[in-house]
Structures are given as structure tokens and as C-alpha cells.
């Protein structure tokens, strides 16, 4: 029984498995990612985004309670800043929501971000996939910090809840700006902190400066307490209205072709790269024009120039 | 006389307008950065980050006055966080350093985070060889974020200052201990505030715990009120002894190759893929893949390796 059969009968080692594989990168994992592929597209996926100490991995713990007494199962894929030095995730799986531990509808993977250069968003859509494939009714991603990276892994959820906290500072205020084009529900965590009026306020007010076409989704914003618990409900509310109107619309059926164009087109950037580094470091191509750039004899985009007329097939 | 010669011979407006080819994609532009190339490698870089909110602005601010009271003409270039929706940077220049703005020696460039995939780091070189053809001594590159995007930025550095700030949350220590690993100088900007103290004796006492070798360079932890213009002396010294340091032990001969490397590798991945990408654009195949994947026919793995396979040479 390939370890592709093994998932789609919902066990729950095979896929923890196949995604050690897909880390480790191991050569079959790709062959089983292609059985379970036909599978997917069951799950509805979750992005959970916002600055760092906005307290998300509460919310996730919080809204995983929550599906939980609605008896679906859960996936969840955090997203961690890894250590540059050992590689390894900062915050890991181990701090993460101990009370789901032992519950089997429960399946929790930290995603440390050492796939650099869009290799990180092309293994969370991976790891989405065999959740997916896994049987999990709902799947949250979870992402730390503002940059590029989280954008595009918020990108693979059809629903994005943007997560912000009372009395940040002046640069959390201006990135606001950005983040408020990706969110479909905006939560502002810690209501009970001075401030969260205001944050909340000012929130509205900047959402209402967009101008809305008929039947658009208009975002919403959420106060919460996630510590007490408080203002789960009326976000999981939130979550099937916009889910409602997702499908109602046709916007979800659109958005998901357009995330499997990216899946596709992110697979393909890292393998080409894959290939043909290798064959410039075997070949000792690489090490001439290392030596090249050093003597000033040539120049980086000369070399990329040269070794792609030479790989690349004119037809 | 081309736009190089001019950079070459100090023109900012050639600077400026190239830089701007580079972002737009204008071919030409890989021209003249070849024609630039061999007349780079005199600025000394240094790499500034660390979480929203900490002051980092205002640090660099404070550190261009420093050098330009040296006589040191100074590059900035600030990494912004792109809004998806616009596609344009969100702090902007207009809020920078409008001190500086009648300075001839000194050159200010936001680049927005849109260069997606790798994409960002490989511009940000791109605009550092600029600015050092250009004549300047010292480039400072500021990067807002806790992501991957960040730590390549800042390996463009030769000095990376990794800016804290008292009384963020738990979040921003467990991150701590990653960003520990990258930063050569430690700054507790802010500290005038509540916790100062406790969190520059946290840093030094987890810095302490790392063990270093003979000769090695021992990252330090300073107190800055960037603000009010407080120990920023006692920064620039360290970012001296820094470089000092890397250039006697000989790491920077050895840093600098690595760069040249780093840099050809994500200039080769930029556009392989954009020449595949765009060649199975035209000639349909890409429309044929994404009806497959739709269809349930094929999956993204499958179909990568056949483009691969149809577009590399085997040799």
C-alpha cells in the first residue's frame, strides 16, 4: 500500500510522513503528491496572518476549539521564521496547542521557512495537499510576520483573517495600509487593551474608503478576546459568511484556478533552477564563472546569459 | 554617453533613472549593470532590521548624519513592504529622512517588495552596485519584517544591526533567538523605555551562551535613544571595529565571494523561469497544463517534468 493510498484512508503517520519527505525532500514524495492530487480541493483553507504578538496562534487554537465542537476535522500549518544558523523552526510544534494533542480530528505541522525563495509557499500548497487528501475539513495556515512571504501564503487560503492588537507602533499603522487589501475578516485581538476601540475605528474607516461593486464581499472587522475565549463565535460566523459568498458568487471557483496556475508556475521556477544549478556545479561550469566574476573577466548577467543559451532548447 | 558612464562619473540622475529601469524591466538596464560591474565593490554595506515598530528609521537617520559628518557620502535603500492591491511601497520616501533631502551626498532609494520569489534580494544587489558605482561610501539597508525576506537582504550587509525594542511580546523573543544568529551588532534602541535594561542583559546572556572560537567576532549589545541622538557615536565606533574586524581576519574576501555567487544563482533562477514561463505562454502549453490540472487529467508535478523534459538539453 503506497503511502498515497494509506492518507486518502485518513492515516494520519502516512501523512505525517510524507510530509517529512516532502521536507527532506526525498525523491518519491513527488510521485505520492501526484496519486493524492485528484483527491484534494475538499478542504477549506484558512490564512491567519498579522504582526508579530497579535496573539495568533491563540486565535488558531481558539477557532480549532471551535470546528472542533462542530465535528470537523482540523489541519493546521504554522508557519515558522526558521534559524538561519541551524535551519530548524524558532517556535516549533511543541509550544503550539498542547489541549489538541491527544485528539485524533486534530492535525497540527510547523512549516519552518528555510525553503527560501518561493520555496516555502510551494511547500505549504504540498503540505495543504495531503492535509487535504488526509480528510481534514478545514485547514488553517498560519503565518508570522509582515514581509512578501506571508501575502503569498495567504494566497492559498480562501478565506484571510488579518490579525492586529491595540498600541503597536507607527510602522504597524502604515503596513496596516498594505494588509488591509488581503483581509477578508480583520479580528482585533486583545478588545479588552486600551485602544482596541480606536484600532477598531480606524480600521472601519480606512475599510470604508474603498469603493465596493454590487455583490462584492465587504470585509468585516471582529473584536476578540482570544485568551477568555471571547468573540470566537461570532468569527466563525464571519468565516461561513464569507465562505457563503465565496461560493455563491463564483469568486471561489476562480480563485482556485488561479492557485493552481501559481502552484504549477512556483513548481516549476524551483525545478528548473534545481536542474540546471546542479548541472552547472557538475559540469564545473559554476566554478569557471566563479572565477570569471572574481577576475572581473565577466559580469553576472553575461554568465546567466551564456549558460541559458546554452540550456535552453530554441524551437 | 551611456547611463553608466555617467553613474561612474557621479551623475544622480543617471543613478536614479537607472534604478528605475531596473524596477520597470526595462532591458537596457542589464546592460548598463554590466558596464557598472567591474567598478563595484568599494561601499561598505551595512544591513539594518528588526521588527516594526523598533525605530529603525529613525536609527538610519541618525547614522547618515553620523557618516556625513565623516565626509562619507551615504546610499540608503529601504526595504517597504509592497501593497498587493496597488503593487506600490507603502511607507514611500516622502516620510524618510527629509533632512537629507537638499544632501548631495546622499541618495535615498525605497524599493518595494513586488519583486516576488527572490526576486527583492536579487534587485536589492542590483541597486547596492548602483549606488557603489555611484561613488557612495557607506549603503545602509533597512528591511522592515521578521521574514525570510529579510535575512537575504541583510546577507548583502557586511555588518548586519539588528534593532530591538523593550516591551514587545513573547513572539519577538522566541524570534530573538533566530535574529540572534544574523546580527553582528545589537541595538536596544528606545532605551529609555520601561525594560531596556532587561531586555540588553537578555540579549548578551543568550549571546553569551553561543561559543565562539579564537579570533572570532563577538557580536555586541548597545543602547541607543535614536531619537534623541544617544549613542549613536558609540554605534558608528562598533560598526567600525566591525569592519575592521572582517577585513584583518579576512571574512570579507571570503563574504564577498559567497555574495557573487548568491547573486549569479538568483539572477540565473529570475530568468530561467521568466524565459520558460513566458516561452509556454505563447506556444499554448500553458493553457493546454491548466485545462489537465482542472480537468483531473494531470497534476502540476507530472506536468512540470514534461515541460522540462521538452525544454532542457541533456547533454
Known amino acids: 500500500m503506497s503511502l498515497a493510498d494509506k492518507i486518502l484512508s485518513g492515516d494520519i503517520r502516512a501523512a505525517a510522513r510524507l510530509m517529512r519527505d516532502i521536507d527532506d525532500g526525498v525523491a518519491s514524495a513527488v510521485e505520492e503528491l501526484k496519486l493524492i492530487y485528484p483527491h484534494t480541493g475538499h478542504a477549506y483553507v484558512i490564512g491567519i ?4 504578538g497579535a496573539g495568533k496562534s491563540t486565535l488558531v487554537d481558539q477557532l480549532t476549539a471551535g470546528y472542533r465542537a462542530q465535528n470537523k476535522r482540523v489541519g493546521v500549518v504554522a508557519i515558522d521564521p526558521t534559524s538561519p544558523f541551524t535551519g530548524g523552526a524558532i517556535l516549533g510544534d511543541r509550544i503550539r496547542m498542547n489541549r489538541h494533542a491527544d485528539d485524533e480530528g486534530v492535525f497540527i505541522r510547523s512549516l519552518a521557512t528555510r525553503g527560501h525563495l ?3 509557499s510551494r511547500s505549504t500548497a504540498d503540505v495543504v495537499n495531503v492535509l487535504d487528501a488526509l480528510g481534514m475539513d478545514v485547514i488553517i495556515i498560519e503565518t508570522v510576520g509582515v514581509g512578501q512571504d506571508e501575502v503569498e501564503i495567504v494566497s492559498t487560503a480562501h478565506t484571510t483573517i488579518v490579525v492586529m492588537v491595540p498600541g503597536l507602533g507607527d510602522d504597524i499603522q502604515a503596513i496596516k495600509a498594505g494588509i488591509l487589501e488581503i483581509g477578508d475578516l480583520f479580528v482585533v485581538n486583545k478588545a479588552d487593551r486600551d485602544g482596541a476601540d480606536r484600532t477598531s475605528r480606524e480600521l472601519s474607516t480606512m475599510l470604508e474608503m474603498n469603493r465596493y461593486q454590487a455583490g462584492e464581499w465587504r470585509p468585516q472587522v471582529l473584536m476578540v478576546e482570544a485568551q477568555r475565549n471571547r468573540g470566537i463565535d461570532e468569527l466563525l460566523q464571519g468565516i461561513a459568511r464569507h465562505r457563503h459568498h465565496m461560493e455563491e458568487s463564483g469568486e471561489l471557483r476562480h480563485f482556485v484556478e488561479e492557485k493552481r496556475a501559481r502552484h504549477f508556475l512556483e513548481l516549476l521556477k ?3 533552477f534545481m536542474e540546471v544549478s546542479n548541472h552547472i556545479q557538475v559540469n564545473g561550469r559554476f566554478r569557471s564563472i566563479m572565477a570569471g566574476l572574481t577576475s572581473g573577466e565577466t559580469n553576472p ?8 543559451s546554452e540550456r535552453l532548447r530554441r524551437d
Open 270 to 272: 524551483e525545478r528548473l
Open 301 to 308: 548577467y553575461t554568465a546567466v546569459e551564456s549558460v541559458l
Open 118 to 120: 518561493g520555496g516555502l
Open 49 to 52: 496572518t498579522g504582526p508579530p
